[in-house]
């Protein structure tokens, strides 16, 4: 069938891109509103962490599965079904009146988010075979997810200061319904059902294998890191991952083709990905309560002051991408995660009140970090799939991006809570009545309704301990942070690619170019599998497409 003009290619790039900042807007709209559930909905800081969590659990534990289902039945339907309910499921977490209902509505978000997410990348992979065209393509959808989850504080700030904490659910409805319509109108049809067979023991082993890892690294700090309960569940993920890897291994059409891990292209990039959302997601799960418990400011506040992160993410993205031909994904990944380490170390040594200028530098530097990591990997990543598996390739770079964010706010907000209210307790705090002081140490807000209420002569001196608890942990948790990007660095600087020279054409290339001009050669870091020429849309099993 013939491919789509440049026009249609353009309209289905940007129709994928909204779709894509709408579940990645989720992902941070609502760390802007904690504040506001913690007082409203009583939720304690475990609850938070579920809030936020719920939503990338479901999404990590699902979108592998998603991304298989997706390349076999169609992308365009898994789109569409995928917008439809999460649109729903948006209204359902905007009517809950407890923590418990909440968390349940975000778990089914994140479901219909791994339906949409692995399809956007897929898609642009189909639609843009030529590997200049398609890295073009991801630097903007990279710039778009990056800006979705940098700009949701913003836009939640501008609806909390003038709705309540339901308007940043029902504010995603109309986005996700117009993704919708552009979907039905101008997407094109794209499937692989020859090479994409249905796999069910690995669709159901690779689900469960994430879904207890993760679940088990979000429990871990509260039931404690040796506890049986957080053994078991480390041990149950080991054993689900060498059933999963077993099963993959004796299929003639696997689910995952796991020879593709021994590609540095692929697997260091996925590292590099997830080490970059790890970072990410701490970092604005703590920024948000930083801005408005510590420094008083307003929603709207918090979120404008954000925005420096989500500004030059989109340049960081596009930069990243135009430089990798030139340095390789070696030097670009590589320099964006010691950027990223440099900015949490700047951060950790900070003072509490630092003024907004220091603040946009460590943002900016985080921000161009983020960029210059993420958009490099996601196109090394498909850079070694066919157009056939597209939507499992999209998957593991969606995997890797919820599993490492999930961490972020697991592992991070975890440090947080656990030094905070440690430190807590050695403060003014300490002569409070115990009931008192476990409520403040479960919830920041709590502790600061605390010291306002207390009488003026230890009023300052209840805030100062809060204010200090707060720092301590927010700073040794930004250095855990640095930590994880730097030896993130170091890694991506070991095993990614650098650049890539054009490989020589011989007797053969040479007559499959004249006959077939549209087709691109596969590059050098191909795995050795892949026998035909990467991005070729009309090869046997590359699927097919309508415009």
Same mark, same amino acid.
């Given at each position: 069938?013939?491919?789509?003009?440049?026009?249609?290619?353009?309209?289905?790039?940007?129709?994928?891109?909204?779709?894509?900042?709408?579940?990645?807007?989720?992902?941070? +709209?609502?760390?802007?509103?904690?504040?506001?559930?913690?007082?409203?909905?009583?939720?304690?800081?475990?609850?938070?962490?579920?809030?936020?969590?719920?939503?990338?659990?479901?999404?990590?534990?699902?979108?592998?599965?998603?991304?298989?289902?997706?390349?076999?039945?169609?992308?365009?339907?898994?789109?569409?079904?995928?917008?439809?309910?999460?649109?729903?499921?948006?209204?359902?977490?905007?009517?809950?009146?407890?923590?418990?209902?909440?968390?349940?509505?975000?778990?089914?978000?994140?479901?219909?988010?791994?339906?949409?997410?692995?399809?956007?990348?897929?898609?642009?992979?189909?639609?843009?075979?030529?590997?200049?065209?398609?890295?073009?393509?991801?630097?903007?959808?990279?710039?778009?997810?990056?800006?979705?989850?940098?700009?949701?504080?913003?836009?939640?700030?501008?609806?909390?200061?003038?709705?309540?904490?339901?308007?940043?659910?029902?504010?995603?409805?109309?986005?996700?319904?117009?993704?919708?319509?552009?979907?039905?109108?101008?997407?094109?049809?794209?499937?692989?059902?020859?090479?994409?067979?249905?796999?069910?023991?690995?669709?159901?082993?690779?689900?469960?294998?994430?879904?207890?890892?993760?679940?088990?690294?979000?429990? #871990?700090?509260?039931?404690?890191?040796?506890?049986?309960?957080?053994? *078991?569940?480390?041990?149950?993920?080991?054993?689900?991952?060498?059933?999963?890897?077993?099963?993959?291994?004796?299929?003639?059409?696997?689910? +995952?083709?796991?020879?593709?891990?021994?590609?540095?292209?692929?697997?260091?990039?996925?590292?590099?990905?997830?080490?970059?959302?790890?970072?990410?997601?701490?970092?604005?799960?703590?920024?948000?309560?930083?801005?408005?418990?510590?420094?008083?400011?307003?929603?709207?506040?918090?979120?404008?002051?954000?925005?420096?992160?989500?500004?030059? +993410?989109?340049?960081?993205?596009?930069?990243?991408?135009?430089?990798?031909?030139?340095?390789?994904?070696?030097?670009?990944?590589?320099?964006?995660?010691?950027?990223?380490?440099?900015?949490?170390?700047?951060?950790?040594?900070?003072?509490?009140?630092?003024?907004?200028?220091?603040?946009?530098?460590?943002?900016?530097?985080?921000?161009?970090?983020?960029?210059?990591?993420?958009?490099?990997?996601?196109?090394?990543?498909?850079?070694?799939?066919?157009?056939?598996?597209?939507?499992?390739?999209?998957?593991?770079?969606?995997?890797?991006?919820?599993?490492?964010?999930?961490?972020?706010?697991?592992?991070?907000?975890?440090? !947080?809570?656990?030094?905070?209210?440690?430190?807590? #307790?050695?403060?003014?705090?300490?002569?409070?009545?115990?009931?008192?002081?476990?409520?403040?140490?479960?919830?920041?807000?709590?502790?600061?309704?605390? *010291?306002?209420?207390?009488?003026?002569?230890?009023?300052?001196?209840?805030?100062?301990?809060?204010?200090?608890? !707060?720092?301590?942990? !927010?700073?040794?948790?930004?250095?855990?942070?640095?930590?994880?990007?730097?030896?993130?660095?170091?890694?991506?600087?070991?095993?990614?690619?650098?650049?890539?020279?054009?490989?020589?054409?011989?007797?053969?290339?040479?007559?499959?170019?004249?006959?077939?001009?549209?087709?691109?050669?596969?590059?050098?870091?191909?795995?050795?599998?892949?026998?035909?020429?990467?991005?070729?849309?009309?090869? #046997?099993?590359?699927?097919?497409?309508?415009?």
């Amino acid at each position: 069938m013939p491919a789509p003009t440049s026009r249609r290619r353009l309209l289905i790039l940007a129709t994928v891109c909204l779709a894509a900042f709408t579940i990645n807007l989720d992902t941070t +709209i609502v760390n802007v509103a904690l504040p506001d559930l913690s007082r409203q909905l009583g939720a304690t800081t475990r609850d938070l962490q579920w809030i936020v969590d719920g939503y990338n659990l479901a999404f990590a534990t699902l979108v592998l599965s998603a991304g298989s289902l997706g390349d076999r039945f169609g992308r365009r339907p898994a789109l569409l079904l995928g917008l439809a309910g999460f649109a729903a499921t948006s209204v359902l977490g905007s009517a809950a009146g407890s923590p418990g209902p909440l968390v349940a509505a975000r778990f089914a978000m994140g479901a219909c988010a791994a339906t949409i997410f692995p399809t956007t990348l897929s898609i642009i992979t189909n639609t843009f075979p030529e590997r200049r065209s398609r890295a073009k393509a991801v630097g903007v959808w990279g710039a778009v997810t990056g800006l979705g989850v940098a700009v949701g504080p913003v836009v939640g700030g501008v609806l909390l200061a003038h709705f309540g904490w339901p308007s940043v659910f029902l504010a995603l409805v109309p986005v996700a319904l117009v993704a919708l319509v552009a979907t039905w109108l101008w997407v094109p049809e794209s499937s692989s059902p020859a090479s994409a067979r249905v796999d069910p023991a690995g669709l159901l082993f690779s689900s469960a294998a994430i879904g207890v890892l993760v679940y088990t690294l979000i429990e #871990a700090p509260n039931r404690g890191w040796s506890s049986p309960a957080s053994i *078991a569940g480390f041990a149950a993920a080991a054993l689900l991952t060498a059933v999963f890897v077993r099963v993959e291994r004796g299929r003639d059409h696997p689910m +995952i083709d796991l020879t593709l891990f021994r590609t540095p292209a692929f697997s260091a990039a996925s590292g590099s990905v997830t080490v970059a959302f790890f970072a990410l997601f701490g970092f604005i799960f703590l920024v948000t309560q930083y801005f408005q418990f510590i420094r008083g400011y307003g929603t709207l506040s918090t979120g404008v002051r954000i925005l420096p992160v989500a500004l030059t +993410i989109a340049v960081g993205s596009v930069g990243g991408v135009a430089l990798v031909p030139r340095l390789g994904t070696r030097a670009v990944v590589s320099t964006g995660l010691v950027l990223l380490g440099t900015s949490f170390a700047w951060i950790a040594t900070s003072p509490t009140f630092i003024a907004y200028p220091q603040v946009v530098g460590q943002m900016v530097l985080m921000g161009l970090g983020l960029g210059l990591t993420t958009a490099p990997a996601t196109e090394s990543i498909l850079s070694v799939l066919p157009p056939a598996k597209a939507g499992v390739g999209s998957a593991v770079n969606d995997a890797t991006r919820e599993a490492g964010g999930t961490l972020g706010v697991a592992v991070i907000g975890s440090v !947080f809570t656990s030094l905070y209210a440690s430190e807590l #307790a050695t403060t003014a705090f300490a002569g409070l009545p115990p009931r008192t002081l476990a409520e403040g140490q479960d919830s920041v807000g709590s502790a600061l309704r605390t *010291a306002a209420s207390a009488g003026p002569d230890h009023q300052q001196e209840l805030l100062t301990a809060v204010q200090n608890s !707060f720092m301590h942990g !927010f700073h040794l948790a930004c250095l855990v942070a640095a930590g994880v990007c730097l030896a993130g660095a170091v890694g991506a600087r070991l095993a990614l690619p650098g650049v890539t020279p054009p490989p020589s054409p011989g007797p053969q290339d040479a007559t499959a170019a004249t006959t077939t001009a549209t087709r691109q050669a596969a590059p050098a870091h191909a795995p050795a599998h892949s026998s035909a020429p990467e991005g070729t849309v009309g090869h #046997a099993g590359a699927g097919r497409e309508a415009d």
